[in-house]
């Protein structure tokens, strides 16, 4: 069997359902249940005996090593992480804390692990850090895309803190020898995720009539993945991605900020029409501090050598992801009540209109 972090959180929970359907190999799966992490996106599995789920910390360093004697993980996948800048940006404490102190817990549990295991199980035994093209900080308009030689320049408490996790993760496998893999990916968009970020945040305010805000001038660009795709790319890295190596993974789609949020009220009015339309709710606010301007992701590393390549356009993937929501408006409900109206406050009360 595999062992997942954080596989009750968007990618996480997204990964872990691809994984048993297109594999069948058992999962257990670590999570904290955060905010951020949530069972219902794993419903479909609640009685399918391939889906272990143990509530924990990553950073509690006897119940990982209890985890790995009791479950004798071939490989670890490793997603769980505080992952939203904003948050980061209000309270960085526990960013540092499980992206930083939680990753090198899970690595020492893995190393002794693994340090234990004889012949072809310490040959095959695998540790797939998931991490963001965010580590190599942001990127003028003409400038060339990120590659994996793109010198770490984070530029949040948030990105930071992932590439702190990064260099553990090389510096275990540099001095260690443990089998490690690292794949930075662009944004993600898809089913199950959080609305505190652009996408389903958009598309929920929307369909509610709230405003949509738009930091700063809305030019930023992001390269849009959509999670099947990501979760892809993972099963392949994890099966063919060398030791030591990093993969970036990116969508192909860079897309203006406020691009991506017309195309979702456009999205929207073709099968919610709403009198007026959408773009209307547009509200430009005050902007992140230390806002990157673009990311973009050159993945003809991951694309030459393990054959990926992602299945979905922008256009498809948010055709599909709208639909999600539209069709799954009692989790979007669900998601949006206790923790989720504070952090609305604590964002946006701030923030004035631009
Ligand atoms: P998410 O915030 O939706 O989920 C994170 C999960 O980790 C949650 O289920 C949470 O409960 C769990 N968790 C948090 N702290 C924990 C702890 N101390 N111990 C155990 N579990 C804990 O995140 P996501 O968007 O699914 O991102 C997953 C990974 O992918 C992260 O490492 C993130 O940095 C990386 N990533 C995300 C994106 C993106 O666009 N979402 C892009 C690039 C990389
Ligand atoms: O690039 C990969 C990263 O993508 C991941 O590592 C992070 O975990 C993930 O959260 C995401 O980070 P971003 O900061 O790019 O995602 P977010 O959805 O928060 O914001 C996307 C862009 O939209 C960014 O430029 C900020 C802007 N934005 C965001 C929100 C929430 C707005 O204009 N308005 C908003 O209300």
New binding site residues.
Partial sequence: MILVTGGAGFIGSNFVLDWIAATGEPVVNLDKLTYAGNLANLAALAADDRHRFVRGDLCDAALLERLFAEHRPRAVVHFAAE????RSIHGPAAFVQTNVVGTFTLLEAARTWWQGLEGAAREDFRFLHVS???VYGTLGESDPPFTEATAYAPNSP?SAS?AGSDHLVRAYHHTYGLPAVTTN????YGPYQFP????P?TIANALEGKAL???GD?R?V?DWLYVADHCEAIRLVLERGRPGETYNVGGDSERR?LEVVHGICDALQSVRPRAGGYRGLVAFVAD?PG?DRR?AIDARKIRGELGWNPRESFDSGLAKTVRWYLDHGEWVARVRSGEYRQWVETNYASRSAA
Wanted: charged share 30%; aromatic share 10%.
């Fill in positions: 992952s939203h800048v904003d963001t093209d965010e948030y992932k990916c662009s944004n993600n505190e970020k652009l996408i945040l805000p738009v930091y809305g930023q992001r900020n992140r806002h990311y």
